[in-house]
Structures are given as structure tokens and as C-alpha cells.
């Protein structure tokens, strides 16, 4: 089969469109034909080596796909031939013609959804839910701060804080992009390429700041955010695309009884009932035509490398897919 891989620690240069193994399907495990691979922030991460997911070279990245099930390992069940599946892969491989997923992260496809939709729901769209709702414990008439609204996850944060009765701020760095998240519901737009931009924030919630941030780039913007944040704000941190923050003093969240949250949708999958009332929240905004999951960029899996490049120049909006 074919499938993007890479065997050494590098940008987007290192990913190689090349011949692979065909995996098989061990102990509870699934084997699924891929027809759309999601391609996530993570997936960049993870070839430079700044991911949790550590390499073993040659790795093929990708931790979210759409397809249908070829064949069932021995212990798994639930699942028939053929059936049109989407899944979580913890340890990659979905840059592939065809992968294997451990059977309890494989869920059927909601109905009336093709592949390329759906393989934008198993990462993005349950962190987005998950992010609001456990971690963040989003309640009706707060403020939730979204930075890169319009990229994959933070096009699901604005939707679904709307749906959850909050007010929004989107941040991100174009007018396009801003006017994407406007679209998507955006109570209020900030351009975060200007320095201000925390003020912005203040001066949007007279004076208070937000009560939910939820904060994906890391570095300055890390420490800016928490300059936003409201008196019992919470703070919740999914991912570091420009690197790690500065250090924080505990002491400096005592005052005004804020907190930092972390959030990392592998060890929230491990827990069957959250994924249960995660799986039913989305549906149900789905079938009601209320959530839009929103497409940006789909290409051919052989420009995976291009597709990185294009995702680390903030070139992309919305989800992106790639298809073998």
C-alpha cells in the first residue's frame, strides 16, 4: 500500500510519499481502508519531534480517519465488513491506504456525513466538546476567548460555545479568517497580529475578561491570555504550535482564583462514559443542521508535505483532509 512516512525528525521536507507494509489487525483491533485521513497541528508536532507521540521510524503520521472496515482482529467485535467507520489513532498511521485502530476508538459514521466530514470529527470536533464542557465547565452567558478560530478545532469552539449559550471572541491573524469565524457565529473578532489584542479582549468584556480561554499556540500568546483572563477564569491548554510558554508562578492565579487547565483527548478516551456524552452532544447538533463542520482543504495524499507547509504558514482554515 501507500502511505506517507518519515524516518527522521524534520519539517514537513522529511515526510516521504512511498511503499508500506500492510498492517494487520492484532488483539481487538480493527483494519480499515482509509478514505480520508484528518490532518491536525499534532501531525507537525509529532515529525518534529515536540508531540507526546514518540517516532518509531519509518512512522506514519495521522491520528484521525474516515473509512470503511476491511477486517476484524480476533477479540474485537460490534463491527461488520464494510461498515463506514471513523476512528482515533493514538500512535498514528492514518497517512495510509489502509490503518489499524484499536476497536473501542472506532465508532460508526453519523448518517447523511461522507468521508471527508467525518474525518474531521474524531479529533477536532470531540476535543472542541470536551474542551468547553469538562475541562472548561462552559455555563450560559460567559465569555469564552477562542484562539485560531477559524482553523479545524477552533471552528468547532465557536460553534459549539454558541450551542452551550456563550458569548464569543475569536482571535486569528487575516481578514479572511476572521471573517470565516464571524460566519461560524463570533460574537467578537480580534486580530491577534496586533500587539493590543489583549486590551481588545478587556475592552470587549468590559473590563472583566474572559471566563474561558482556550489557548493552542503557547509561547507569548500563552502568557497574553492569562493577562485576559477573568476572575475565576478558566484557562484551558490543548497545544503549543509556537512553542512552550514562559514558566508561571502558581501564586499569580491565587489572586483572582483563576486556573490553568490542561486538556489532552488520548487519556479523556480512556474514560468510555465522557466519550459516550461527547459522541451524543455532537450528534444531536449535527442532526439538527446546528454544527457545521467546515472543510477547508482536501488533496491527494501524496502532498501531505505541502499540506504541512501550508498549515505552519497559517495558510489553512478549517479542516483539513487528505485522501490516499
Same mark, same amino acid.
Given at each position: 500500500?501507500?502511505?506517507?512516512?518519515?524516518?527522521?525528525?524534520?519539517?514537513?521536507?522529511?515526510?516521504?510519499?512511498? #511503499?508500506?507494509?500492510?498492517?494487520?489487525?492484532?488483539?481487538?483491533?480493527?483494519?480499515?481502508?482509509?478514505?480520508?485521513?484528518? +490532518?491536525?497541528?499534532?501531525?507537525?508536532?509529532?515529525?518534529?519531534?515536540?508531540?507526546?507521540?514518540?517516532?518509531?521510524?519509518?512512522?506514519?503520521?495521522?491520528?484521525?480517519? &474516515?473509512?470503511?472496515?476491511?477486517?476484524? @482482529?480476533? *477479540? &474485537?467485535?460490534?463491527?461488520?465488513?464494510?461498515?463506514?467507520?471513523?476512528?482515533?489513532?493514538?500512535? *498514528?498511521?492514518?497517512?495510509?491506504?489502509?490503518?489499524?485502530?484499536?476497536?473501542?476508538?472506532?465508532?460508526?459514521?453519523?448518517?447523511?456525513? #461522507?468521508?471527508?466530514?467525518?474525518?474531521?470529527?474524531?479529533?477536532?470536533?470531540?476535543?472542541?466538546?470536551?474542551?468547553?464542557?469538562?475541562?472548561?465547565? +462552559?455555563?450560559?452567558?460567559?465569555?469564552?476567548? +477562542?484562539?485560531?478560530? &477559524?482553523?479545524?478545532?477552533?471552528?468547532?469552539? +465557536?460553534?459549539?460555545?454558541?450551542?452551550?449559550?456563550?458569548?464569543?471572541?475569536?482571535?486569528?491573524?487575516?481578514?479572511?479568517?476572521?471573517?470565516?469565524?464571524?460566519?461560524?457565529?463570533?460574537?467578537?473578532?480580534?486580530?491577534?497580529?496586533?500587539?493590543?489584542?489583549?486590551?481588545?479582549?478587556?475592552?470587549?468584556?468590559?473590563?472583566? @475578561?474572559?471566563?474561558?480561554? $482556550?489557548?493552542?499556540?503557547?509561547?507569548?500568546?500563552?502568557?497574553?491570555?492569562?493577562?485576559?483572563?477573568?476572575?475565576? *477564569?478558566?484557562? $484551558?491548554?490543548?497545544?503549543?504550535?509556537?512553542?512552550?510558554?514562559?514558566?508561571?508562578?502558581?501564586?499569580?492565579?491565587?489572586?483572582?482564583?483563576?486556573?490553568?487547565?490542561?486538556?489532552?483527548?488520548?487519556?479523556?478516551?480512556?474514560?468510555?462514559?465522557?466519550?459516550?456524552?461527547?459522541?451524543?452532544?455532537? &450528534?444531536?447538533?449535527?442532526?439538527?443542521?446546528?454544527?457545521?463542520? $467546515?472543510? @477547508?482543504?482536501?488533496?491527494?495524499?501524496?502532498?501531505?508535505?505541502?499540506?504541512?507547509?501550508?498549515?505552519?504558514?497559517?495558510?489553512?482554515?478549517?479542516?483539513?483532509?487528505?485522501?490516499?
Amino acid at each position: 500500500m501507500k502511505a506517507i512516512r518519515f524516518h527522521e525528525i524534520g519539517g514537513p521536507e522529511v515526510l516521504r510519499y512511498e #511503499d508500506a507494509g500492510e498492517p494487520a489487525p492484532g488483539n481487538g483491533e480493527v483494519l480499515i481502508r482509509v478514505r480520508a485521513a484528518g +490532518v491536525n497541528f499534532a501531525d507537525t508536532m509529532t515529525t518534529e519531534g515536540r508531540y507526546y507521540l514518540r517516532p518509531r521510524f519509518p512512522q506514519i503520521p495521522g491520528l484521525e480517519v &474516515a473509512g470503511e472496515v476491511e477486517a476484524l @482482529g480476533p *477479540g &474485537a467485535s460490534g463491527l461488520l465488513p464494510g461498515e463506514r467507520v471513523m476512528a482515533v489513532l493514538p500512535e *498514528g498511521g492514518g497517512y495510509a491506504e489502509k490503518c489499524v485502530a484499536r476497536v473501542e476508538y472506532v465508532t460508526p459514521i453519523p448518517a447523511g456525513l #461522507d468521508y471527508t466530514e467525518a474525518a474531521a470529527l474524531p479529533v477536532q470536533a470531540v476535543t472542541a466538546d470536551q474542551v468547553l464542557h469538562v475541562a472548561g465547565r +462552559v455555563r450560559p452567558g460567559e465569555w469564552v476567548l +477562542v484562539h485560531s478560530a &477559524a482553523g479545524g478545532t477552533g471552528s468547532f469552539l +465557536v460553534q459549539l460555545a454558541k450551542l452551550a449559550g456563550a458569548r464569543v471572541i475569536a482571535t486569528a491573524g487575516s481578514k479572511r479568517r476572521l471573517e470565516l469565524a464571524a460566519d461560524l457565529g463570533a460574537d467578537a473578532l480580534v486580530d491577534y497580529s496586533d500587539p493590543s489584542w489583549p486590551d481588545q479582549v478587556k475592552e470587549i468584556t468590559g473590563g472583566r @475578561g474572559a471566563d474561558v480561554i $482556550v489557548e493552542s499556540v503557547g509561547g507569548d500568546v500563552f502568557e497574553a491570555s492569562l493577562r485576559c483572563l477573568a476572575p475565576f *477564569g478558566r484557562l $484551558v491548554e490543548i497545544g503549543q504550535s509556537a512553542g512552550p510558554p514562559p514558566p508561571l508562578n502558581p501564586l499569580r492565579l491565587m489572586r483572582l482564583n483563576q486556573a490553568v487547565v490542561g486538556y489532552y483527548l488520548m487519556t479523556a478516551m480512556e474514560v468510555p462514559e465522557l466519550m459516550a456524552a461527547t459522541r451524543d452532544r455532537l &450528534a444531536r447538533a449535527l442532526a439538527s443542521g446546528r454544527l457545521r463542520i $467546515v472543510i @477547508g482543504e482536501v488533496a491527494p495524499l501524496a502532498d501531505a508535505a505541502a499540506v504541512h507547509r501550508r498549515m505552519l504558514a497559517r495558510e489553512t482554515q478549517g479542516k483539513v483532509v487528505l485522501i490516499p
